[in-house]
């Protein structure tokens, strides 16, 4: 099976001044394509730091001693698993080649959404102007495309489009079809986007397709806007005039609003010219949403996307992510401490400890016939609607500073053997699908 | 009756207070009880009053109006509740002033502190970070003159010992603990001069699953061992669930439905109670209810219930005023209705109910009405449209007020759906 991206025995340390945190010991993941992994496990176990190390987003005291993150044939973190002696000042110079490498990736292919919405969005600029943004920076030829297509398009096409549209009730082929056929690409979007539109009468979705013509542009502009559109990157474009940028984000704007209506974002023309001080906390991480989707990534990777909200927020957000899940091609990781937040979106779960995955399968089976020990006291402990008797797991995490050999929960484990204080315990297959690292499943 | 509040109501000013910027309405016009022993429950989204209340039941900080009664006997609630229907205010102001926590002075304060107490949240900060586990266990022993130092200071090792920490924890400082032991901890410190009124505001919010099963834990058993009254505060209605005898909802600073655990948690009444424990991921009963929106601002909220805008079961008087269904109405006619509205119209909200629709006529508008009421609730709320100065004048209903109503088994809700005719 082919993965929308692996990690493979991914080991990363921090070096601080209380001594070194060895907070992720050889953790493997593979995320399908299409899917939804749920990552869960207590808090300080390397949820955060795997999402952090798949991004290339790791602070300069972080040290990854092996391990790869395999997205699109290559090995995302090379720079930083070259590094042959540590020391901060050669690993900030590694990283800082990792940014300029995954730069390209990082908002386009493969993006993130943190816990607390306000940490990523910037307090100073309009929210339409932060999702035009990514589009400009990552998607320039489609803005492109998309304002040249109304430059292009002639009151004869926009009547000829609205005629497919009405006689093929909306179908996405027919309406590309018709698009390419008249060298329009970028109109389909905006003119199905209006067709889907509910909160308008037929009579008003007609006038506003029929519309998506006769724009004017300078001579200018056109040429810059033809050069994006042939696929010459924001980078390599002449430097971008003004003008250019103007007319780009004016159209990134556009995209933001029909973007956001999909994400059911109500009256999304006047959200997109709020700042996001002025957004509700839900309203706030449906905008981080939709900046990391509306490039269309491969991977979107969610750190606690709803435990910083309420609990009927909460389920909004959560109702949207399986919407999205339905609707695009993304595959999703997704991470939260909370194991029933996962059991509602995901396809499979893993569940980490100490820095390693310790169990791995389909939602149901983990949820309702785990087999690592440690998942089954975390299951136990978390109360429920029904009012069952629940249990703490004894002990403390271990001190990541200094972990216990062998299997890394033979300090809290009922059933810690004496090899378990010795040997590491391998991931072993139980079912298909399911994986567990505990010699209770095997190797006696 | 342990703690008694009645029509409890604390307004926030904002700066400029009697300059004309208002108040948060943080909690209004609550009764709530605790008695002895029992664990009640409160659950609720962010901001909707929960840790104000709190507060306001220990005393912390002074009410807007209401009062709070502590250690009063059953026959002279009941007694003040009668006066309080019959609006009797010279029995409710005798009893009162015997009973009030906020009528209470010097050397009778000082020994109410010791007999009520509060647990916070944050782990962190919540704990005196210079000094020792023994200094923070001992201080409310020694401040409230419960004991003397030395005293307090043996106590300190028995207290450790029942909340499940080694002696030898008291000469450590708080960085040296982890969340949960820090809970614990703080636990010992609101116990020590063994009160009999306990709040709890989200004590285990901050901690991790594992470590909030043993604190919940914990706390059951320290409730049964000193017959404590405890006021959870929690937003975690499986936590409520797990834990309460009873429960109460609050919603943007008022109690909308008040009862025993199990039959709430079974068979809620109030719609958002309906939505809220629906919204409990995992819960797998019944259909899960999504609203819409988010809970309201308190510095003008909603009229009326102020659950109606988001509420799936609102009816035609629940709240509906004519700035709302102005809005949704002309995003209506500049949308589905284009056209109707001319260039340059507008839908004018005149006082609470009544709006004007700019050079529209009333046959158009009242099947604009018509049409669209199922589905755009708010519209339920009008009346009469007729042809009026430059426009159709819409007119709305006046609408109600929900009070709390009883139900059964000694459960209250505050909706106008359980109001009996
Ligand atoms: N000292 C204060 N001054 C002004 N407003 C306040 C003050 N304390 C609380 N508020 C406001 O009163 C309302 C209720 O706050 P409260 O802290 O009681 O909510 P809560 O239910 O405990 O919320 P959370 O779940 O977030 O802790 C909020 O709108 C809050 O901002
Ligand atoms: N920037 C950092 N510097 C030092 N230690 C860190 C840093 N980030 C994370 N850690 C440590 O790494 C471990 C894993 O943390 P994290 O990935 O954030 O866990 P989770 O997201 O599962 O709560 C923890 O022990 C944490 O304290
Ligand atoms: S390997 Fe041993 S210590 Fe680890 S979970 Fe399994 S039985 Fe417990
Ligand atoms: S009174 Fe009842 S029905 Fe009306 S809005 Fe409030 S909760 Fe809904
Ligand atoms: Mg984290
Ligand atoms: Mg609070």
């Known amino acids: 099976m082919e993965y929308a991206l692996s990690v493979k025995d991914l080991r990363v340390s921090f070096y601080t001044r209380r001594g070194v945190f060895k907070a992720l010991n050889g953790v493997n993941l593979e995320l399908r394509r299409g899917e939804v992994l749920g990552v869960a496990g207590e808090s300080g176990s390397g949820k955060s730091t795997t999402g952090l190390a798949i991004m290339g987003l790791l602070p300069r005291n972080a040290k990854v001693s092996s391990g790869s993150v395999l997205f699109d044939g290559r090995d995302l973190l090379a720079p930083l698993t070259s590094i042959r002696k540590f020391s901060t000042g050669r690993n900030e110079s590694a990283i800082r080649k990792l940014h300029r490498e995954l730069a390209p990736i990082r908002g386009k292919r493969i993006s993130m959404v943190f816990q607390e919405p306000m940490t990523s969005l910037n307090p100073v600029l309009q929210v339409g102007y932060q999702i035009a943004e990514t589009l400009v920076i990552h998607n320039p030829s489609l803005l492109a495309s998309r304002k040249l297509a109304r430059v292009r398009a002639t009151r004869e096409d926009t009547t000829a489009l609205l005629k497919v549209i009405k006689e093929n009730e909306g179908s996405e082929t027919a309406v590309r079809e018709f698009v390419e056929s008249r060298h329009l690409k970028g109109l389909e979007e905006q003119a199905l986007f209006i067709w889907r539109r509910n909160d308008i009468n037929e009579l008003r979705k007609e006038r506003l397709i029929l519309d998506l013509c006769c724009e004017k542009v300078g001579s200018t502009t056109k040429r810059l806007l033809e050069s994006l559109e042939g696929g010459m990157g924001i980078t390599k474009a002449p430097v971008l005039s003004r003008l250019l940028r103007r007319v780009l984000f004016k159209e990134g704007y556009r995209k933001a609003v029909e973007f956001l209506s999909t994400l059911g974002v109500p009256n999304p023309e006047k959200v997109v010219q709020m700042y996001p001080h002025e957004l509700s906390g839900g309203m706030r991480q449906r905008i981080v949403i939709a900046i990391a989707l509306i490039n269309n990534p491969d991977v979107v990777i969610m750190d606690e996307p709803t435990s910083a909200v309420d609990v009927t927020v909460q389920a909004q957000i959560l109702e949207l992510v399986k919407d999205l899940k339905r609707r695009v091609n993304s595959s999703f990781i997704f991470i939260s401490h909370d194991l029933s937040v996962l059991g509602e979106v995901s396809d499979r779960i893993a569940i980490m400890y100490g820095g390693r995955v310790v169990e791995v399968g389909p939602k149901e089976i983990v949820l309702k016939a785990p087999r690592h020990p440690y998942t089954t006291m975390l299951i136990n402990a978390i109360p429920t609607l029904d009012g069952r008797e629940i249990r703490g797991i004894e002990g403390e995490a271990p001190d990541m500073r200094n972990p216990p050999p062998g299997c890394i929960f033979n300090n809290r484990c009922p059933f810690a053997m004496d090899k378990c204080r010795k040997e590491e315990p391998p991931s072993y297959k139980v079912s298909e699908d399911h994986y567990v690292a505990c010699f209770l499943q095997g190797g006696k | ?421």
């Not at chain 2, 009063?72 to 102001?93: C, F, G, H, V, W």
């Not at chain 2, 020792?132 to 200071?153: C, F, H, K, Q």
């Not at chain 2, 450590?172 to 809970?183: A, D, I, M, N, V």
Request: charged share 30%; glycine share 8%; aromatic share 6%.
């Open chain 2, 1 to 421: 009756m342990l703690i008694a509040a009645r029509n409890l109501t604390k307004f926030f000013e904002l700066r400029g207070g009697l300059t004309g910027k208002g108040a948060v309405q943080a909690v209004s016009d609550v009764d709530v009880e605790v008695r002895e022993g029992e664990i009640v429950g409160v659950v609720g989204e962010s901001g909707s009053g929960k840790s104000t209340l709190g507060r306001l039941l220990l005393g912390l900080i002074a009410p807007t109006s209401g009062e709070v009664l502590f250690d009063i006997p059953e026959e002279l609630l009941q007694k003040y509740d009668e006066a309080r229907s019959a609006n009797d205010k010279k029995t409710m102001e005798e009893i009162a002033s015997k009973y009030s926590i906020t009528r209470k002075s010097g050397r009778e304060l000082r020994a109410l502190r010791r007999r009520m107490n509060m647990m916070f949240q944050d782990p962190y900060s919540s704990l005196n970070p210079r000094w020792r586990v023994e200094d923070i266990i001992m201080e409310p022993m020694v401040s409230t003159g419960y004991l003397t130092g030395n005293e307090a200071r043996k106590r300190v090792r028995e207290l450790l010992e029942e909340v499940g920490l080694p002696r030898e924890f008291a000469y450590r400082y708080p960085h040296e603990l982890s969340g949960g032991q820090r809970q614990r901890v703080a636990l010992a410190r609101s116990i020590s001069t063994l009160p009999s009124f306990l709040v709890l505001d989200e004590p285990t919010s901050a901690l991790d699953v594992s470590a909030q099963a043993q604190i919940l834990q914990l706390l059951k058993r320290i409730r049964e061992r000193f017959r404590i009254g405890l006021l959870l505060i929690t937003h975690n209605i499986a936590v409520v669930s797990y834990m309460s005898d009873r429960i109460y909802v609050m919603y943007a600073g008022k109690v909308v439905e008040g009862g025993p655990k199990t039959s709430i948690i079974s068979k809620p009444q109030h719609p958002y109670t309906v939505a809220l424990i629906s919204a409990v991921p995992g819960n797998s009963r019944g259909p899960r209810v999504i609203l819409r929106g988010e809970p309201p601002n308190l510095v003008d909220p909603p009229k009326g219930c102020h659950f109606h805008p988001r509420c799936p079961m609102v009816m035609d008087n629940c709240g509906w005023t004519a700035k709302e269904v102005a809005e949704e109405l002309e995003f209506l006619l500049r949308g589905r209705y284009y056209g109707m509205l001319k260039e340059g119209s507008k839908v004018v909200p005149q006082g609470e109910l009544e709006i004007l629709v700019e050079g529209a006529k009333a046959e158009e508008v009242r099947k604009v009405i018509e049409e669209e009421k199922e589905e755009v609730k708010s519209l339920r709320s009008i009346y009469e449209v007729r042809e009026g100065n430059g426009g159709a004048l819409v007119k709305l209903m006046r609408y109600d007020i929900p009070g709390m109503y009883r139900t059964d088994e000694g459960r209250e809700v505050s909706c106008l759906i359980y109001r009996k005719t």
